[in-house]
């Protein structure tokens, strides 16, 4: 039935029959380690992956199954693994595909902390990554060797608010039988479906606009269930055979359901970056609001995009969904219901305004998050960038005149004249 509903009506229902003990109308938090075995057998079976069911909240949750579920069915994939944050999720999504000496090809426009991840972090898992400008497809598939096993991009990039042309892209990583992976978190499935435009798999921080309120940490992984994982030998993970559950291979036991059945039976189970139950009551909570509020989102931060490019004291503002940006094209194509609502703007007076301009907003709060229904805002050369040289920082669209923000759904009146009271401030 979940095939005929509308975004709205997935968003609120998917995964979320009445309990069946009890007839709860919400999922209840089922906050529960463990669960009885009916006898020895039915152990044995669920242990050998013979039959689906709970043993330990570890692998499987049903308060976190009903969100697995949902989000599945708003993004079209076959199945999702959620997991402990964003940023867990990006490792397990890459765990099944990955082993050392491979790598991936990354968008050089992410999030800071995923360009960390991929440059420092997965090296020491023997992880390569190379990052390429994904908008030169040429030098894409220049990128790509035998060793590539995924392309990874965000769809709307942190902390430009650019965007990324997943069809095009999809047909380099397609030519080449590797998977792309796609971060839709600033997207979200509202403004942006990656799996019907040829995307492999989707990631999401949960904790953004997923939530939508600043008050969980969590990511899923979600399988769109197309990938052919036994067309090569490049992913014996899900191809031959596993030892640790007695030679059974995941793509002929589970066909569309390998990779999701992998990222619980082995991910969860033995990198544990597990989504608590209490997180997957609140998202599921958020998520119900989630076309409410990315309207509400795209259509502010038009109007504050456009304010912004249309006063003095700015002098460049990066929102994708202004005809100035040279990604307009690509956004409204890709992205026509909206470009999203976060992005960078230049204030005139450099490092100084912009930290000024900072400590002078009222109503935005000065925060290292996104996708709040509050307005954030966050200079990021003296905070989350402030690491890196000034180069590095221009490079990650971070440099010291740029502040980055949020844009929330509260009355765009009160965020206008809030912005219009600190940069007179900052720029006196
Ligand atoms: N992806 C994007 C686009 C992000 O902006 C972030 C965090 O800001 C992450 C992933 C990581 O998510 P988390 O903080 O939930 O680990």
């Known amino acids: 039935m979940t095939e005929t509903w509308g975004f709205d009506t997935l968003a609120i229902h998917a995964g979320a029959a009445p309990d069946p003990a009890t007839g ?42 009903a969100l697995q579920a949902r989000v599945a069915a708003m993004e079209g994939g076959v199945g999702a693994v959620c997991c402990s944050s964003g940023h867990a999720a990006q490792i397990m999504a ?40 994904l908008d030169d497809l040429e030098a894409v598939k220049a990128a790509i060797d035998d060793d590539t096993r995924a392309i990874f991009c965000e769809s709307i990039s942190n902390p430009g608010g650019y965007v990324t042309d997943i069809p095009a892209v999809a047909k380099v990583a397609d030519a080449a039988g590797i998977p792309l992976i796609v971060d839709n978190t600033l997207a979200t499935p509202f403004l942006c479906k990656p799996i019907e435009m040829g995307a492999t798999l989707v990631v999401h921080s949960l904790t953004k606009y997923m939530t939508g309120n600043g008050t969980v940490t969590g990511g899923v992984v979600v399988d769109s269930g197309k990938f052919d994982w036994s067309a090569s030998d490049k992913f014996p993970s899900l191809s031959a055979p596993e030892p640790a559950y007695h030679g059974l291979t995941f793509h002929q036991t589970f066909g569309n359901m390998a990779y ?120 990021s050369a003296s905070t989350t960038h402030r690491q890196l040289t000034v180069e590095q920082q221009i490079a990650a669209g971070a440099g010291p005149d740029v502040v980055r923000l949020s844009i929330g759904i509260e009355n765009i009146e009160d965020l206008l004249a809030d912005l219009d009271q600190a940069l007179a401030a900052a720029t006196a």
């Open 24 to 65: 709860a109308r919400q999922v209840p938090i089922y906050q529960t380690t463990a669960y009885v075995f009916k006898d020895a057998d039915h152990a044995a079976r669920l242990f050998n992956l013979q039959e689906v069911g709970y043993i330990y909240s570890r692998l499987t949750n049903p308060t976190v199954g």
């Open 94 to 133: 890459l765990f099944p595909l990955m082993a050392p000496g491979r790598n991936i090809v990354a968008s050089t426009r992410l999030y800071g902390g995923t360009i960390t991840q991929f440059s420092q972090t997965i090296r020491r898992f023997g992880w390569g990554v190379k990052f390429v400008d």
């Open 260 to 379: 999701t059945f992998h990222g619980i039976a082995i991910g969860l189970r033995d990198l544990g970056m597990t989504m608590n139950p209490q997180a997957a009551h609140y998202t599921l909570m958020g998520i119900e609001t989630l076309g409410l509020r990315m309207e509400k989102h795209v259509e502010n931060a038009v109007k504050v995009a456009q304010w912004l490019e249309n006063d003095p004291r700015v002098t460049a503002v990066t929102y994708a969904g202004l005809p100035s940006s040279p990604w307009h094209e690509t956004a409204a194509r890709v992205y026509p219901k909206g470009a999203g609502a976060l992005f960078t703007f230049a204030v005139k007076g450099g490092y100084e305004a912009c930290v000024k301009l900072v400590d002078n907003l009222a109503l935005f709060s000065h925060v290292a998050n996104l996708g709040d229904t509050r307005s954030l805002v966050i200079h």
